[in-house]
């Protein structure tokens, strides 16, 4: 059995969600907070939400797209903002960038739309990030399918999803230690290709442990 | 101040089989940088009140993580209460002119409880408007000040929030239980929910035979659809308004409604609003008035899952937890859009929100028409009170704020 040099040490975040100022009631309003809120508030409403409502495996992306179709009831440009794929970005200031294009360009093609009142307002926040470490490590692939099986959803969702932006990579922690580490680069591959958006945590977690387990069977 | 020994004892390693094990390690992990830190928790009182429920669960569960935690209350005699009651409405915007003599005992209640303040501890947690001006004898040093809010400050009476806000702005943090009810201030604010307890008698499992016999004992067909609305009685919660909608789901489904809250013979208005309600039942008997004795809360549990849908038709409302009882039962809620709800109800996946009685019917009605859509709201609603609103949650919340102002 492999055993590496630098082993994975788990990690859990527990994360803060800190209440912003601005808050919009229209689709124009909205585009002035997108443009103006932290690179915090962009990640709160897209990548912590993500990991945060990981059971609602249809139809939800993002806060932004949720508020646009719940509250303002503006289907077409949910849809838009909803199909953002957050794997696609390894920089808060790209995703903002794309944020903003998409409601633009709508609130131009319809002035009516852009000073419509939604039923709610929306209320932009921050996450502060708190890390601390499990005291777990893995130096091989048995060691590590136990520390990935008892990790929490918040520290599953830091590995997998916000390492991303952490790495400015388009992977995540787990395949990048299993790659380089223990150089199971199929196995890393095949754990990127893990659909955050139709998966759960648990189903995601479950299908890795089925990916160890059929690897350790090759071994 | 007087000390309150948390009366609950439920060992935290019991959590592990609702969260998971890998939850309750983490709370180990973030409680270990604070092992033997000293917190103090201090409201205005020990029973009663959501404050109160929530203390006597996450104190205990604290002292197992081997925080050095303890919770005191205010004392305080009538003329106090008065005030703080006045200021409490005034908080929620109703209208009130405080005298100079309001604020006078106010503060020299609070410079009283200062007086006998126990201890200085490292993370001060201040609950609601009656404590917040203790701050007043803050010494100079390195112990961390923070106001928990529970009330929706969104449309303060503007003399007293002018009044609180000066002390609440000397604190190192305040948290909301919505970003709606927070403030602009100088200082950081966090989003803290209010939480559920899925071990507590209000939302531990039941076995089947001892629903049906509360079914029983209130006479409701287990056999029909069974519509259920838990609150007081109280013109905020709508009552009559849940009638008119039950009416127009009627004309197309056969079901029945419960509207179950506290007794109200010890609440003039809350007796006034019965009447009410049961002048607009007209003697239905498919509507059911009950009149919990103290909420009795295996008897609220048991009518929650029994329900094909619970309803939750406020004009106004706190954080509204009766939605977060529901959910974590499983079930299909139809609630309006206002407070703390459309956290708890995201529409179209863990409930359906709406904005009138109309509204409110016609998502019933979808509901009973599509059963399977509304067992996967059930389903999702229980997942979101899982990683959001169970206590072990806001337990989490408070450890990462304690490492985050500690970091600072």
Known sequence: MNVAETPFDFVTASYLTRIGTPSAGTLAELLTGLENCSDASIFHHTFQTL?????????????????TLASVNRNDLAEQLAALDIRDYTAIAALRSDLCRMVRDFCEAHPQFASQTGLERFYFCESVEVTVPLGRSARTLDEFREGLEHLSHAGFYFHFISSRLRLQLQTNDFSIWLSSSLGLRTLADSFNHIDVYTNTLDSARAKMLRLIDRERRKA | MTEVLAASRIPLENYAEVVGAGEIEELRALAKPLRGRSIEMINSTAVGGGVAEILNRLVPLAEELDLGIRWDVMK??????DVTKSFHNALHGEPYCPKPKDFEIFLS?????????????????????????????????????VWRCHIDLSHPNPAVWDFLEKFVTRYDAAMFSSPEFSRQLSIPQYLFYPAIDPLSEKNCPLD????????????????????????????????????RAYRIVKRYFDCQL??????????????????????????DPDIKILELPAWAPLEVNALQRASTIVVQ????????????????????????????????????????????????????????????????????????????????????????????????
């Open chain 2, 109 to 145: 209640y609070n410079e009283r409880n200062r007086a006998s303040l126990p201890r200085d501890a490292e993370f001060m947690v201040i609950h609601d408007p009656q404590p917040a001006a203790l701050i007043e004898g803050r010494p100079p040093g390195t112990n961390h000040w």
């Open chain 2, 313 to 408: 038709k406020s004009l106004r409302e706190g954080f509204g937890l009766t939605v977060s009882e529901a959910l974590w039962k499983k079930k299909p809620v139809v609630a309006s859009a206002v407070g703390g709800i459309p956290t708890q109800i995201i529409h179209k996946h863990t409930g359906l929100l709406a904005h009138s009685v109309e509204g409110t019917a016609y998502q019933i009605r979808f509901l009973l028409s599509h059963p399977e859509i509304a067992a996967k709201l059930g389903e999702h609603g229980h997942e979101h009170v899982k990683e959001n609103f169970l206590i072990t949650q806001k337990l989490k919340r408070y450890l990462a704020l304690f490492l985050v102002l500690d970091r600072r």
């Open chain 2, 76 to 81: 305080g005699a009538e003329e106090f209460f």
């Open chain 1, 51 to 67: 990991g945060v409502h990981h059971f609602l495996t249809k139809g939800f992306s993002n806060d932004f797209a949720q508020w």
């Open chain 2, 208 to 243: 089947s035979e001892f629903i049906q016999q509360v079914l029983q004992r209130y006479q409701i067909d287990p056999q029909r659809a069974i519509l259920t609305q838990i609150s007081r009685f109280d013109r905020l919660k709508d009552p009559v308004g849940v009638i």
């Open chain 2, 258 to 283: 419960v509207l179950a809250g506290g007794s109200a013979s010890d609440d003039p208005e809350g007796a006034l609003v019965l009447k009410d309600v049961l002048r607009a039942a007209e003697h």
